[in-house]
């Protein structure tokens, strides 16, 4: 089992940008969907934004459309959330999961934080 490993977290202020990788190694990556989710203290987890491997299909949640980017490098087996105009409302741990296309098995990494002050 290969675990999805995130990185690029950090403190902002409202208004900056971070962007966050999400590195699967070791994996056919196009046989791949990666999604980004989110949870903040006393909230449920929400869905972010993901991305097929294999077809490059997108999706993105309305509360970020406009703020972020989702894109894959297959060469790199690694997806980018380019996250622009945060808001305090963006503070969470951010999870990366690898979803399998062929057999619908998920794998999470641990999640990198993301703080947004005012």
């Given amino acids: 089992e290969v675990q999805p490993v995130e990185s690029g977290g950090g403190l902002v202020q409202a208004g900056g940008s971070l962007n ?9 990556f196009i046989d791949y969907a990666i999604g980004w989710f989110r949870q903040a203290p ?9 991305i097929s491997n294999s077809d490059d299909n997108t999706y993105s949640a309305d509360s970020v459309k406009g703020r972020f980017t989702i894109s894959s490098d297959k060469a790199k087996n ?9 808001k305090p409302d963006d503070t969470a741990v951010y999870h990366c999961k690898q979803s399998d296309l062929w ?10 934080q993301v703080t947004v002050s005012s």
């Fill in 20 to 28: 966050l990788t999400c590195t699967v190694p070791g994996v056919n």
């Fill in 42 to 50: 006393g909230k449920e987890r929400e869905g972010v934004s993901c």
């Fill in 78 to 86: 690694t997806v980018y959330l380019q996250m622009a105009d945060l």
């Fill in 103 to 112: 057999d619908g098995n998920d794998y999470w990494g641990p999640g990198t």
